[in-house]
């Protein structure tokens, strides 16, 4: 009787063990299948696939027609053009197989076999021309990259040579304009027309309103390295004023602005968004007139250099805003991979002049050749409307002195700035450029710059790059004539703009924004 009892009590103890057994199996395979579908969930969070843009002043989004920057911007992923920028500013084919320079004053382009507007049709030399001759009527951003051209041939379908009147170092960069296609404006007002140019590029425009615009993925981009897109559909909402666009972004209703605003933070604070900064394209400088009598010699040209004080400028006048210049082409080029910073060094500038012979005595600095003794006196010009480059003339004439150099500041009306820029009847000059995006340096350090500089080693390296499209061989010589700049000083640069792309934290991707555009590496942004 016992031995019975013990066998029933050790069946029921098999049996709970094999019942545990099977609902402890069921609960970890219940929890498995949970946490599958927490992880998908989750999944789908963290990759999705609209973007939302904000944008202010929209006008219209044919690249050809729109003045906006952000719509110019953004059309870098809608129109392609025959070559297009780097991030680096170098140059690299697009639409365009192949280029070249059949002498100084005419290119031939080939296109790409193949390549495909939105609607399947092909993209043309015809495409290009007429895109050309629309540009060459003067209403647009980019009329400017074509008025240098005479005509346009197309020598086969694919194939177009481009003639020029003159020859323009570094053309190629003219030809960054989008091309649009010939055949969907031929019944078209082009200039009343709001229809949305069609696409080659990675993107096509759908559902357009006066409030907003979405973009998809465009079936037949040409994609030969098989890119897998992140981001399915773009809205840009648009928006009447940027601070409306603020708000939107602070609130999470879009993902990221744009702007050149300086003060911007104020508007939206610092928590929960990321910024990227870059260079922008406004450059503000002294020139040094290298034919006056003291300003000839380079010495007092590096010693106003190391005199002057760079990054106070920036923070006294701009709070540290904008950036500190060293070159006419620090924005960001290739050709120009140093840091720019401020030269500034008070004793350097003092052992500058005193080893070129100039003595300080009573509070001047004078230097006597062939029984006649200079001073060092200048006139510093700037003009008095610009409230902004008068302050900096300001600070500048207050540091020159700091060491002793007499500074005679000359605050004038507009049109006698002008008279003194285009006379160069000045001693040191105030002014500014808005940079190209051609690594051209005639302007400066060409014939006739408005510096009076001379140098037959970089007028001779000038005509030399003419002809060279290799990034290489441009590299080594572009760091020559910088070697030469910051030995003979005929400028100083102060400062340029920044600029910067604000997104809230959920959009992720490696962001590398110029000027051309801040879409750089868009294939690869996606929102978490």
């Not at 006139?379 to 005679?408: C, M, W």
Request: charged share 25%.
């Amino acid at each position: 009787m016992k031995s019975n009892i013990i066998k029933y009590i050790f069946i029921v103890f098999v049996i709970f063990i094999i019942i545990f057994a099977i609902y402890k199996i069921n609960f970890e395979n219940q929890e498995k299948t949970q946490n599958i579908q927490e992880n998908t969930v989750q999944t789908a969070q963290e990759t999705e696939s609209i973007l939302k843009i904000g944008i202010s002043d929209f006008d219209n989004i044919n690249p050809l027609i729109t003045k906006n920057e952000d719509i110019i911007s953004i059309s870098t992923i809608l129109y392609e053009p025959l070559l297009e920028l780097t991030s680096d500013y170098g140059i690299e084919l697009k639409l365009a197989e192949e280029w070249s320079k059949s002498d100084s004053t005419t290119y031939l382009v080939k296109l790409k076999n193949g390549i495909k507007w939105e609607d399947g049709t092909n993209v043309t030399g015809q495409d290009v021309k007429f895109t050309i001759e629309k540009l060459q009527e003067g209403k647009s951003v980019y009329s400017d990259y074509v008025k240098n051209i005479k005509s346009v041939e197309i020598i086969d379908g694919n194939t177009i040579r481009i003639n020029l009147k003159e020859e323009e170092p570094f053309f190629e960069y003219n030809l960054i304009f989008p091309i649009i296609s010939s055949t969907q404006f031929a019944n078209e007002d082009f200039y009343q027309s709001r229809l949305a140019p069609i696409a080659t590029g990675m993107y096509k425009v759908t559902n357009a309103t006066e409030e907003s615009m979405e973009l998809v993925q465009n079936e037949n981009w040409n994609n030969p390295e098989n890119i897998d897109l992140k981001i399915d559909k773009i809205t840009i909402n648009f928006y009447g004023t940027m601070g409306d666009a603020y708000n939107d972004l602070k609130i999470g209703n879009i993902d990221m602005v744009s702007t050149s605003i300086i003060n911007v933070e104020d508007y939206i604070g610092t928590i929960g968004f990321a910024t990227k900064e870059y260079k922008g394209r406004e450059l503000d400088f002294v020139s040094l007139n290298c034919k006056d009598t003291i300003l000839r010699n380079k010495e007092v040209r590096q010693a106003i250099n190391y005199a002057i004080d760079k990054n106070k400028i920036n923070s006294s006048v701009f709070s540290n805003n904008y950036y500190v210049s060293s070159f006419p082409i620090d924005y960001g080029s290739y050709l120009y991979d140093k840091k720019s910073s401020s030269s500034y060094n008070q004793d350097k500038a003092r052992d500058v002049l005193e080893d070129a012979g100039w003595e300080y005595r009573y509070g001047y600095w004078r230097k006597t050749e062939n029984y006649s003794t200079r001073y060092l006196n200048l006139n510093l010009v700037v003009d008095r409307s610009n409230a902004t480059r008068v302050k900096v003339a300001e600070l500048i004439k207050e540091q020159l002195e700091d060491i002793g150099i007499n500074v005679s500041l000359y605050r004038v009306s507009n049109a006698s700035y002008k008279n003194y820029l285009e006379n160069k009847n000045y001693d040191m000059i105030i002014t500014g450029v808005n940079n190209g995006y051609s690594p051209d340096l005639t302007y400066f350090l060409g014939e006739g710059n408005i510096s009076n500089y001379e140098n037959e080693e970089i007028t001779g390296i000038l005509n030399d790059i003419k002809n060279i499209s290799d990034r290489d061989t441009l590299k080594e010589k572009y760091n020559r004539i910088i070697e030469i700049y910051e030995d003979e000083v005929p400028y100083i640069c102060l400062y340029r703009n920044k600029n910067k792309v604000i997104h809230g934290i959920r959009l992720t991707g490696e962001m590398k924004p110029n000027n051309y555009s801040v879409y750089y590496g868009f294939e690869n942004w996606y929102r978490q």
